[in-house]
């Protein structure tokens, strides 16, 4: 370990709580050198939907590179591009009636929402984005500024303009949608006209907050009457997370852009894209661009993934009964653990339990870890255990896991009823 400790910087986070050294993975498990197993509830954030070295996607890739395949193609034309594109048309945008130009950008979810941020400046003319309490849309700096949590925005070091922030859905009770359309509405409100609104249907990093469809559609009308675009940040909620493949899909709305990343490679991979309408790609050749933007081996397993797992509606079937069952055990655990935790977070296979503090919800966490169970915290305080693991895990694996977190959250409801008495 001391390598770690004397060569990597400290901005690492996830090796603080996770302090082993892993060597494999394979499906929902992380396993050490010394073949200690861990059940994964973390899904590399989000970017492991269909796990570990899944064996469809990893023959695919061998099979490619031992052809000598195209490994970086920049955005120049490739036979692997040609293959994503067509899949990705053929099933998922053309069976959900969506129109889109798919923009390659560098291949991470902050490239990509600077990209969407910067097309909907363009096509506007104007400069104002809205964005929502508690979203997050990465740490650069034009995705940071949509950024609403403190921790993450002060490790910028300069003011993060160019943004206006309103209550999301729930928000302390606060009506964010009448005051955003009041606003609108008043030329004495000092609301520079936005070029678009910034969105996580399903918020992450933020605490598994829910937009509900109403909501959602009372957004995009209002958009709609002040002539704004709306932009879905996609890049955890989309790729089957919630549920369907788009997190937006339950509400009808089309958004104007939408930005995803993580799982839309399949196997871990760096890829981003920004779906755009196509009367907005008004980009000029190379303006927004990045030397990664082609990574012909993610296009490869992306490709295999949509084909193998969205052909038909068996792999969301099999994603609504893992999120039943998930959803059965955060009620079994907020029925037996009052006096730890509040309430039910999130949606699909992105599901939460907020706990009473922070506190908790790391204490619980850290259990789980010395239990074998891989799973972090999210919310402004880590106040809410998050429910990760891959969409493809069987049902008794999931059992397994979920039976390490009531076993922790046992001990720690114990521990505070004796801290009380």
């Given at each position: 370990?001391?390598?770690?400790?004397?060569?990597?910087?400290?901005?690492?986070?996830?090796?603080?709580?996770?302090?082993?050294?892993?060597?494999?993975?394979?499906?929902?498990?992380?396993?050490?050198?010394?073949?200690?197993?861990?059940?994964?509830?973390?899904?590399?954030?989000?970017?492991?939907?269909?796990?570990?070295?899944?064996?469809?996607?990893?023959?695919?890739?061998?099979?490619?590179?031992?052809?000598?395949?195209?490994?970086?193609?920049?955005?120049?034309?490739?036979?692997?591009?040609?293959?994503?594109?067509?899949?990705?048309?053929?099933?998922?945008?053309?069976?959900?009636?969506?129109?889109?130009?798919?923009?390659?950008?560098?291949?991470?979810?902050?490239?990509?929402?600077?990209?969407?941020?910067?097309?909907?400046?363009?096509?506007?003319?104007?400069?104002?984005?809205?964005?929502?309490?508690?979203?997050?849309?990465?740490?650069?700096?034009?995705?940071?500024?949509?950024?609403?949590?403190?921790?993450?925005?002060?490790?910028?070091?300069?003011?993060?303009?160019?943004?206006?922030?309103?209550?999301?859905?729930?928000?302390?009770?606060?009506?964010?949608?009448?005051?955003?359309?009041?606003?609108?509405?008043?030329?004495?409100?000092?609301?520079?006209?936005?070029?678009?609104?910034?969105?996580?249907?399903?918020?992450?990093?933020?605490?598994?907050?829910?937009?509900?469809?109403?909501?959602?559609?009372?957004?995009?009308?209002?958009?709609?009457?002040?002539?704004?675009?709306?932009?879905?940040?996609?890049?955890?909620?989309?790729?089957?997370?919630?549920?369907?493949?788009?997190?937006?899909?339950?509400?009808?709305?089309?958004?104007?852009?939408?930005?995803?990343?993580?799982?839309?490679?399949?196997?871990?991979?760096?890829?981003?894209?920004?779906?755009?309408?196509?009367?907005?790609?008004?980009?000029?050749?190379?303006?927004?661009?990045?030397?990664?933007?082609?990574?012909?081996?993610?296009?490869?397993?992306?490709?295999?993934?949509?084909?193998?797992?969205?052909?038909?509606?068996?792999?969301?079937?099999?994603?609504?009964?893992?999120?039943?069952?998930?959803?059965?055990?955060?009620?079994?655990?907020?029925n037996s653990f009052p006096n730890i935790f509040v309430r039910a977070k999130g949606r699909?296979?992105?599901?939460?339990?907020?706990?009473?503090?922070?506190?908790?919800?790391?204490?619980?966490?850290?259990?789980?870890?010395?239990?074998?169970?891989?799973?972090?915290?999210?919310?402004?305080?880590?106040?809410?255990?998050?429910?990760?693991?891959?969409?493809?895990?069987?049902?008794?694996?999931?059992?397994?896991?979920?039976?390490?977190?009531?076993?922790?959250?046992?001990?720690?409801?114990?521990?505070?009823?004796?801290?009380?008495?």
């Amino acid at each position: 370990m001391n390598i770690f400790e004397e060569k990597e910087s400290k901005v690492r986070s996830y090796c603080n709580s996770f302090p082993v050294v892993f060597s494999k993975a394979k499906g929902s498990w992380l396993h050490t050198a010394d073949n200690k197993g861990y059940i994964d509830f973390l899904a590399g954030a989000g970017s492991l939907n269909y796990g570990h070295n899944n064996d469809i996607l990893k023959e695919a890739l061998l099979a490619y590179i031992s052809q000598d395949g195209i490994t970086h193609g920049l955005d120049m034309y490739t036979d692997a591009k040609r293959q994503f594109l067509t899949a990705f048309n053929q099933h998922i945008l053309s069976p959900r009636g969506l129109d889109y130009k798919t923009q390659f950008t560098g291949p991470t979810g902050t490239n990509a929402v600077e990209a969407a941020m910067k097309l909907a400046r363009k096509v506007t003319g104007r400069t104002n984005i809205v964005t929502f309490t508690n979203g997050f849309h990465g740490c650069s700096l034009g995705a940071l500024a949509a950024t609403g949590n403190q921790h993450h925005r002060g490790g910028a070091g300069i003011p993060l303009p160019g943004t206006t922030r309103i209550p999301f859905e729930d928000y302390a009770d606060i009506d964010g949608l009448t005051y955003f359309d009041t606003m609108l509405s008043d030329n004495s409100s000092g609301l520079d006209k936005p070029a678009a609104v910034l969105l996580e249907a399903v918020q992450g990093e933020g605490g598994l907050n829910v937009a509900s469809n109403a909501w959602l559609q009372r957004l995009e009308t209002i958009c709609k009457k002040h002539k704004i675009l709306v932009i879905v940040d996609d890049i955890q909620a989309g790729c089957g997370r919630t549920g369907t493949f788009f997190s937006f899909e339950p509400s009808g709305i089309t958004p104007d852009i939408v930005t995803l990343s993580k799982s839309i490679s399949g196997y871990g991979l760096p890829m981003a894209l920004v779906l755009l309408k196509p009367e907005l790609d008004e980009w000029l050749p190379g303006e927004h661009n990045g030397t990664f933007r082609g990574n012909n081996h993610a296009f490869v397993t992306a490709k295999t993934a949509i084909e193998h797992f969205w052909q038909n509606d068996a792999f969301e079937q099999h994603i609504q009964a893992r999120s039943e069952q998930v959803t059965k055990t955060i009620q079994t655990a907020l029925n037996s653990f009052p006096n730890i935790f509040v309430r039910a977070k999130g949606r699909g296979m992105m599901q939460g339990v907020e706990s009473i503090n922070g506190d908790i919800a790391g204490d619980i966490a850290s259990l789980c870890f010395e239990n074998g169970m891989v799973i972090e915290t999210a919310g402004p305080n880590d106040e809410v255990i998050k429910f990760f693991c891959p969409l493809t895990i069987t049902e008794s694996d999931l059992a397994h896991g979920l039976a390490i977190f009531l076993k922790a959250a046992e001990q720690v409801a114990a521990e505070q009823t004796r801290k009380a008495s």
